[in-house]
């Protein structure tokens, strides 16, 4: 049996957001969804509403970072490259070797970063942090990190990981970001 295809206007009526419009009709009209299983919502009324964070209960408890970030769109999302202690005119800063003062300009430049797309620290949802030194530097960066989190809000999912050199001489940090924000 061979179906037949729609007719061509009705084919033309369909769009996605009427798609989406008659499915938030049939959520509206009664139908539910089961909430997420073994977890724990972060920072819950204190997050921007179209981003949650969540422990799942079965992982290991850890401070500094989400083991999930969950953001519902539509939104903007934002990818900042990798960001080391550059100045705008591109040294790095503070003497040789000074790792905090490295670490603080580059996160300084992810704020920036994210200014420009119209957002702020709060709207990260994922970092990967990478040090040349991690055993040396890992309390110093949990030092300027704590200066630029907001303690009221869970923070974003990272990952961590030493490396043999960056691309810059000298460079002992860098820090990259992705970021949720709402739609314009």
Same mark, same amino acid.
């Given at each position: ?5 729609? %007719?061509?206007?009705?084919? /033309?009526?369909?769009? $996605? $957001?009427?798609?989406?419009?008659a499915?938030a ?7 539910s ?6 977890q ?9 509403p ?6 799942? +209960?079965?992982s290991? =408890?850890q401070?500094?970072?989400?083991h999930v970030?969950?953001?519902?769109? %539509?939104?903007?999302?934002v ?6 202690? @550059? +100045?705008?005119?591109g040294?790095?800063?503070?003497? %040789?070797? +000074?790792? =905090?003062?490295?670490?603080? /300009?580059?996160?300084?430049?992810v ?9 702020? @620290? ?5 970092i ?15 030092e300027?990190?704590?200066k630029?989190?907001?303690? +009221?809000?869970? %923070?974003?999912a990272?990952?961590?990981? /030493?490396?043999?050199? @960056?691309? $810059?001489?000298?460079? @002992? ?12």
């Amino acid at each position: 049996m061979k179906l037949s295809p729609l %007719p061509l206007p009705i084919l /033309q009526a369909i769009s $996605r $957001r009427s798609i989406l419009t008659a499915a938030a009709g049939v959520l509206a009209a009664g139908a539910s969804i089961p909430p997420a299983l073994a977890q724990t919502v972060l920072g819950a009324g204190k997050t921007p509403p179209h981003l949650r964070f969540l422990q799942p +209960d079965g992982s290991s =408890k850890q401070t500094g970072y989400s083991h999930v970030v969950e953001a519902t769109v %539509p939104g903007r999302i934002v990818y900042v490259a990798g960001q080391m202690g @550059l +100045d705008s005119n591109g040294n790095l800063v503070g003497a %040789p070797g +000074d790792f =905090k003062a490295q670490a603080t /300009q580059a996160w300084e430049n992810v704020r920036g970063a994210l200014a420009a797309a119209g957002g702020g @620290l709060e709207h990260i949802v994922k970092i990967t942090q990478f040090l040349v030194h991690l055993r040396a530097h890992q309390a110093l960066l949990r030092e300027v990190r704590a200066k630029f989190a907001n303690p +009221d809000l869970p %923070p974003p999912a990272s990952t961590m990981v /030493q490396i043999g050199a @960056l691309t $810059r001489e000298g460079a @002992l940090y860098e820090v990259e970001a992705v970021a949720v924000l709402p739609p314009r």
